[in-house]
T-cell receptor, first 118, second 115 residues
């Protein structure tokens, strides 16, 4: 159980185009999903928290107009990188929060999407 | 300053040896979690230890937590070549008893186990 998928697994696009990445929880409902970015040989940096039915909460320094997040259902969150530039090239990973016991916050991660902007 | 700093940054050992990775953090936490990442892949959840726990085991993994020192360690016993990966600690911060659900990741330890 608790499987999270991402699509696509990799994408190459031209500078100036927009790219949409999907994150799905396959066997559970996730009211909260998270989007992370990871540069080579670095750790994960949280970009935003995606809440079903409401606006995403962005971390400081993350442009909400550039990284559009839509959490339209309990099993799907999407991240759209608008007007992508080479510096947006990165590994984007989503996670979904699973409550097991009160106070716990276990997250299950998708396999990631490698974005390369030419 | 960085929440969840880990050391060593890289660890190279022989198969069969034990591997110990450490993590330090700065704020009060609800729990601390360890994740594993194979190169270019997503993260796999290994173990969660709550703030009121001191030690936890799962198979060949042993995690300790010292909240007074704000530190944790992950021990992998009898390592295998397949354990080669990056290992990250992540803290779920406690702000007045409320978990905001956000995890803050350490910089990670790259573990290489030679066959």
């Amino acid at each position: 159980g608790a499987v999270v998928s991402q699509h696509p697994s990799w994408v190459i696009c031209k500078s100036g185009t927009s790219v949409k990445i999907e994150c799905r929880s396959l066997d559970f409902q996730a009211t909260t999903m998270f989007w992370y970015r990871q540069f080579p040989k670095q750790s994960l940096m949280l970009m935003a928290t995606s809440n079903e039915g409401s606006k995403a909460t962005y971390e400081q320094g993350v442009e909400k107009d550039k990284f559009l997040i839509n959490h339209a259902s309990l099993t799907l969150s999407t991240l759209t990188v608008t007007s992508a530039h080479p510096e947006d090239s990165s590994f984007y990973i989503c996670s979904a929060r699973v409550y097991r016991l009160a106070g716990d916050n276990e997250q299950f991660f998708g396999p990631g999407t490698r974005l390369t902007v030419l | 300053s960085q929440q969840g700093e880990e050391d060593p940054q890289a660890l190279s050992i022989q198969e069969g040896e034990n591997a110990t990775m450490n993590c330090s953090y700065k704020t009060s936490i609800n729990n601390l979690q360890w994740y594993r990442q194979n190169s270019g892949r997503g993260l796999v959840h290994l173990i969660l230890i709550r703030s009121n726990e001191r030690e936890k085991h799962s198979g060949r993994l042993r995690v300790t937590l010292d909240t007074s020192k704000k530190s944790s360690s992950l021990l992998i016993t009898a390592s295998r070549a397949a354990d080669t990966a990056s290992y990250f600690c992540a803290t779920d911060a406690n702000a007045g008893g409320t978990s905001y659900g956000k995890l803050t990741f350490g910089q990670g330890t790259i573990l290489t186990v030679h066959p």
